[in-house]
Every structure is written in structure tokens, then in C-alpha cells.
């Protein structure tokens, strides 16, 4: 189990993640860098590889898209989703990411997913987001989910502070607009950004789990921590809920930098997947002119 508090770096200058228009950075990293400023007072973050930095703080984020089918009113839908993940220092206390240098910033792995899908006439547009201490030594510090399709939308926000404080708006009567909070315990989110630091230090065993924000919402289910089995085993990282019947698998490339392959998730005995495409590196904040559509096409998106 990770530790619930102790979670700060120094500051890393770091070109990851949307950008202001006229922000262009490129990434410096020392050992200095990584290093906590209060180490009486905070945990050791864990160590990062050269292959780490090498890999992650190169200027460019990691874009993978996927072949989907997901499991919608009972019916399967085809459709694509994608995985970016990108370094970036991340402000504690205002819970954002910073833009400039700052002693209070703490280096996340980033995680923004999609899934875009048709039900019938209308679409459906998914988005997570999780920011992962990259120390590898505390709860994801936000997390957050949004789905929009034409009935309406819905939006769930999840910041760590003292507890988990919660936020979530809904256009669906008996939602709406809550705000509460929750004890802190291990986020099915953040497990995604977890796996590609560390996978052996993924939680196995019996544990509460918050299931991912996507699922709570899509199923309106509470949004609090279930009893759940996890299981790592050759290169495929399980969970099963035992209090709702769901199980999701995660498969991931037997090497570093772990790079999810494929994911399965089973509820109510429908199965839903996602299937690598292809991955690229890229500064794709940097790629939004006319001129750049093409990267969509080496990415085999529509």
C-alpha cells in the first residue's frame, strides 16, 4: 500500500502536456531535480531509471490508439480510444499543472484516455485524466472524468488533499451536483499511470479499490471504494470486484517502458476491449495546424 502523504519534489521545467500557445519548453531534469525539498518531512520518492528519464523526459509525450469495443444499452459498439501519457510538474496545493519553474511542483506521469464510440444516431465522447506522482510513493494527486454524449454530460473530479475530496456534476435527476469527501485508498485510475513506472509495484491481494471514474458513471454506481482481488501475473495485471460484477485486465509489453497492449473489461458478463494500433512519440501540442492532420492518419484515427 502506498503512503498517504509525502509527496513533493523539487521543480522539474518540463515541455509535457498542453501548453499556452506562446509556451515552448524543452525538459531539463538533474539529480537535484529529483530530490525531495523536505525529506524530514516527506517520503523518499522511489529512484528513477536513466532509461526513465531517458524515455520520459525526452519533450514528447506517448500516444497509443486502440481498436475498441465497448459494451453500450446492452449492445457492442465499435470504436477507437487512446492513451497519451506525458511528464509534467504539477502544483500541489492548486491541484494544476504548473507553467513555469517552482519550488512546490512535483513531477506527475500524466494520463489522458479517450473512447469515442457511436450508440445509434448520437456519439458518445469519454475522457479521463490522472496525475501520478512519477516517485511512485503516494495516491494519484487528481483524477478526473468527463462524458459527454446528446442526452447530456457528466463530470466527476477527485483532488487529494487531507481526505479525497470529490466533486461531480450530472444532468441525471437523483446526481446532479455533489461534493463530498472520502477516506484515501488506491484509485483504479491511477493504476494505469502506476503500471508503466513500476508494474511490480502494482497492489495485489484482497484491498479497496475505487473503480475507474468512467465505470461510475456510465453504470451510476457510488462513487466509493469496493472490495476487490488484484493478480500480476506474466505481463497481465487483474482485478476483480467482488461486490459488482465487474473484472478488468490489463496486458502490458513484457520490457520497459511497459506499454499497454490490450484491456478487457467484463461487466455484468459483457466484455468490453481495447487493441493496440500504434504508438508514437510525440510533441503533439506543437501539431495543431492543418499541416499536421496527417499525424491522425499515423495514428490510424478518423
Known amino acids: 500500500m502506498k503512503y498517504l502523504l509525502g509527496i513533493i519534489f523539487c521543480s522539474l521545467i518540463l515541455c ?6 506562446e509556451q515552448s519548453q524543452e525538459p531539463i531534469i538533474t539529480e537535484e531535480d529529483l ?9 523518499e520518492p522511489k529512484p528513477l531509471t536513466q532509461q526513465f528519464k531517458d524515455y520520459w523526459y525526452a519533450g514528447e509525450a506517448e500516444i497509443s490508439s486502440y481498436d475498441l469495443e465497448q459494451y453500450r444499452y446492452g449492445e457492442k459498439r465499435t470504436g477507437s480510444a487512446v492513451l497519451i501519457y506525458v511528464t509534467e510538474p504539477f502544483l500541489k496545493n492548486k491541484q494544476v499543472k504548473s507553467n513555469k519553474s517552482n519550488p512546490e511542483n512535483i513531477p506527475v506521469l500524466k494520463l489522458n484516455s479517450t473512447k469515442n464510440f457511436l450508440t445509434g444516431i448520437y456519439p458518445y465522447s469519454i475522457m479521463q485524466s490522472v ?20 442526452c447530456g ?4 473530479q477527485l483532488n487529494n488533499r487531507k ?5 461531480s456534476h450530472s444532468y441525471f435527476e437523483g446526481e446532479a451536483d455533489q461534493k463530498f469527501t472520502l477516506e484515501k485508498t488506491v484509485l483504479e485510475n491511477e493504476l494505469w499511470a502506476q503500471l508503466r513506472i513500476d508494474p511490480k509495484s502494482l497492489p495485489t491481494g484482497s484491498f479497496e479499490l ?13 462513487l466509493q471504494a469496493y472490495k476487490a482481488t488484484a493478480e500480476l501475473k506474466n505481463n497481465s495485471y487483474s482485478i476483480t470486484y467482488l461486490e459488482i460484477n465487474r473484472k478488468l485486465t490489463i496486458n502490458f509489453s513484457e520490457n520497459f517502458p511497459y506499454i499497454i497492449e490490450s484491456w478487457e473489461e467484463v461487466v455484468d458478463n459483457k466484455t468490453s476491449t481495447g487493441k493496440l494500433k500504434t504508438t508514437i512519440k510525440s510533441n503533439y501540442w506543437n501539431k495543431n495546424s492543418n499541416n499536421d492532420l496527417h499525424f491522425r492518419e499515423i495514428l490510424q484515427l478518423q
Open 16 to 21: 509535457s502536456g498542453c501548453k499556452k500557445e
Open 35 to 43: 530530490k525531495p525539498n523536505n525529506p524530514e518531512t516527506f517520503d
Open 131 to 150: 496525475f501520478y506522482p512519477v516517485g511512485n510513493n503516494s495516491f494519484a494527486l487528481k483524477a478526473t472524468a468527463s462524458v459527454q454524449e446528446w
Open 153 to 156: 454530460q457528466t463530470y466527476t
Open 163 to 167: 481526505q479525497f475530496e470529490v466533486m
Open 210 to 222: 475505487i473503480p475507474s471514474l468512467e465505470y461510475l458513471n456510465l453504470y451510476h454506481k457510488p
